[in-house]
């Protein structure tokens, strides 16, 4: 074994490269564990046989693609009742000019909206007061019809309504599907013991969408 002693500007290098390899690896392993597989957002535009000349926007905010989903059959039943209908994702920031009324849909993770759901609210706050808006949240806990569920599931929406007044709110059953989570959030599943599969009800979102035109 060397006896060498380490030089100053040696002590550096070493020490500087250990703790560069250090910043890469946990800033990858970081960015891995949060990475979330790419998910389609689609901007659909229903218009086959208006039967009016009115137009409602449809925005929703996603995780995993159960709620746009949930947006585009809300979309398509309204087209199908004569509205020409626009679904975007709040992440485009869709402007409120030209449409009758405005229905904005999140995904609910850890008891709340989507953060850019909530921002699309902020930024819209005034002309959301003056143009009838509805919301949805897509979820898959408290879905209930007990007292206690109706509660919980109300809930979700108390930042909501602290910025906007909805004239009506959805809840609908939502869907779990692994392969589109992150790993922090595979993991999160896991603890709360979240079971995979999809509990879409269709029908209850398509009576709902037809409901709300009353
Ligand atoms: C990390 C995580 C947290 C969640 N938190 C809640 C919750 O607090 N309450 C609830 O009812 N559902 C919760 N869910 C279920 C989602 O709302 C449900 O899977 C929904 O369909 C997701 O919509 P998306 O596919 O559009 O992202 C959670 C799901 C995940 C993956």
């Not at 100053?8 to 250090?22: E, H, S």
């Amino acid at each position: 074994m060397s006896n060498k002693k380490l030089s100053r500007r040696d002590f550096f290098k070493v020490t500087g490269i250990t703790l560069a390899a250090t910043t890469v690896l946990c800033g990858g392993l970081g960015y891995a564990a949060t990475r979330i597989p790419a998910i389609d957002t689609p901007d659909l535009t229903f218009s086959e046989e208006p039967t009016m000349n009115k137009k409602i926007l449809v925005t929703y905010a996603t995780r995993a693609g159960s709620t746009a989903e949930v947006a585009a059959a809300i979309g398509e039943t309204l087209n199908q009742r004569g509205y020409i209908v626009d679904v975007k994702a709040v992440k485009e920031l869709p402007v409120l000019d030209g449409y009758e009324a405005v229905i904005i849909g999140s995904a609910i993770r850890m008891g709340n909206w989507l953060p850019e759901a909530v921002e699309y609210l902020k930024t819209y706050q005034e002309n959301l007061k003056t143009i009838p808006m509805a919301t949805f949240s897509v979820h898959l806990q408290n879905l209930g019809d007990d007292e206690e569920s109706r509660q919980n599931r109300q809930a979700y929406l108390a930042t909501v309504r602290d910025l906007v007044k909805p004239v009506d709110e959805g809840y609908f059953a939502g869907s779990m599907d692994l392969s589109k989570l992150s790993f922090v959030d595979r993991m999160i599943t896991k603890m709360v013991k979240s079971k995979e599969g999809d509990s879409r009800d269709w029908n209850k979102i398509n009576t709902w969408a037809t409901s709300i035109l009353a």
